[in-house]
């Protein structure tokens, strides 16, 4: 039973739009959602997270936009640039699970110059 | 942000050999690591919580007897991978707790059992 789901396997943008990525997850104990980006061969880096008691966190380029009614997260990333190519996971962490994650299957994010 | 460092970041054995992996938070105390396991294009899969001076947390389906953890420090979690064999071929990776909700990654390492 996957609790956060990325039903994108892959995305591809133009350099300079919007890159928009996409996570549903089903557990309602989720209380705080973030976002990695990876490249092959190395482990996750931290990119931006959000609590549930927000609708949205800004840091930079990076927006995470959360919709806690409809189980939803999204990360737009503005504007997007050719080394934002990466793997992007969605993870989400429940509520009295020692900072446990849940990770999605991610998405392949290629911008093209 | 907070470093983790893993070390080797690769290594290849022969079956039946046991592999111990490191890891590290550089730059703060961790008390608790994780430690995930990833296959090709696949997400990664927490095996356990390592929790430092106590027994390690294994998830449903993780041999603990196969999957030795140690959190012998703040700073130092190790995985043995015992008498591995070629279905234990995979990208381990491990990360760190750091305050209420982040956790900072490893580069991982990955393993090859001929």
């Known amino acids: 039973d996957q609790q956060v789901k990325q039903n994108s396997p892959s995305l591809s943008v133009q350099e300079g739009r919007i890159s928009i990525l996409n996570c549903d997850y089903t557990?309602?104990?989720?209380?705080?959602f973030l976002w990695y980006k990876k490249y092959p061969a190395e482990g996750p880096t931290f990119l931006i997270s959000?609590?549930?008691?927000?609708d949205k966190n800004e840091d930079g380029r990076f927006t995470v936009f959360l919709n806690k009614s409809a189980k939803h997260l999204s990360l737009h990333i503005v504007p997007s640039q050719p080394g934002d190519s990466a793997v992007y996971f969605c993870?989400?962490?429940?509520?009295?699970?020692?900072?446990?994650?849940?990770f999605g299957s991610g998405t392949q994010l290629t911008v093209l110059p | 942000g907070a470093v983790v460092s893993q070390h080797p970041s690769r290594v290849i054995c022969k079956s039946g050999t046991s592999v111990k992996i490191e890891c590290r938070s550089l730059?703060?105390?961790?008390?608790?690591m994780f430690w995930y396991r990833q296959f090709p294009k696949q997400s990664l899969m927490l095996m356990a919580t390592?929790?430092?001076?106590?027994?390690?947390?294994?998830e449903q389906g993780v041999e603990k007897d196969k999957f030795l953890i140690n959190h012998a420090s703040l700073t130092l979690s190790t995985l043995t991978v015992t008498s591995a064999h070629p279905e234990d071929s995979s990208f381990y990776i491990c990360?760190?707790?750091?305050?209420?909700?982040?956790?900072?990654f490893g580069p991982g390492t990955r393993l090859t059992v001929l």
């Open positions: 959000i609590s549930s008691i927000k």
């Open positions: 557990n309602s104990m989720f209380d705080y």
């Open positions: 730059d703060f105390q961790a008390t608790t």
């Open positions: 390592s929790n430092e001076g106590s027994k390690a947390t294994y």
């Open positions: 993870a989400a962490h429940r509520s009295g699970s020692a900072r446990q994650l849940t």
């Open positions: 990360s760190a707790g750091f305050g209420h909700n982040e956790q900072f």
